[in-house]
């Protein structure tokens, strides 16, 4: 599907340079939102230049859990670690191909997904407007090298209890006033 969509990309912009001028080139990324993406990402790195993890449907596809539906909802989590390891094999894949990661998701503004996604490797968070302050005023805070232990930590972990409560020590030793809105 990627390279049918960077083909239909080429086309188009062949097409405006045609009728009107030359056109930048504009960047080509895709979404991860299915471990199988994951899983094939090597391949689809050669011809994207960014990546987006969306993390909503990254968690509810791993866990196979409908965060819509009341009677499973309360098991979807993004800190689970085998989210996160996914999250983490997406940037390694990009660091080592060069392309930017961004994420997207309620994980971009929980202070807990914060501290993981930037010790997992991700370059840019998109997060709802009202919580851009917060995350920004968190990221501030935040050394790289101990988040980056951090995550490389709570990959291992067994459990979204463990990963959260590794998180939560750090967040009160950088911004413990934070934690009084979070638990």
Do not use: W
Request: hydrophobic residues 40%; aromatic residues 6%.
């Amino acid at each position: 599907e990627v390279v049918e969509a960077k083909k239909l990309f080429i086309q188009a912009k062949k097409m405006l340079e045609k009728e009107y001028q030359k056109v930048n080139q504009p960047r080509f990324g895709v979404m991860i939102e299915i471990p199988s993406a994951v899983l094939l990402l090597e391949h689809i790195a050669e011809i994207v230049d960014f990546v987006s993890i969306g993390t909503n449907d990254l968690t509810q596809y791993t866990l196979a859990v409908d965060r819509k539906n009341q009677r499973v909802s309360k098991i979807f989590d993004h800190l689970n670690p085998a989210v996160l390891k996914l999250i983490k094999m997406t940037t390694d894949v990009c660091r080592e191909k060069n392309i930017l990661v961004a994420s997207c998701g309620e994980i971009t503004s929980d202070p807990y997904g914060v501290v993981a996604l930037v010790g997992l490797g991700v370059d840019e968070l998109s997060c709802p407007p009202s919580r851009i302050p917060e995350v920004k005023s968190l990221i501030r805070r935040i050394n790289l090298q101990e988040a980056e232990n951090i995550a490389s930590e709570v990959i291992k972990f067994s459990g979204s209890r463990e990963v959260k409560s590794a998180i939560k020590n750090y967040i009160k030793k950088i911004m413990p006033e934070l934690l009084e809105f979070y638990d």
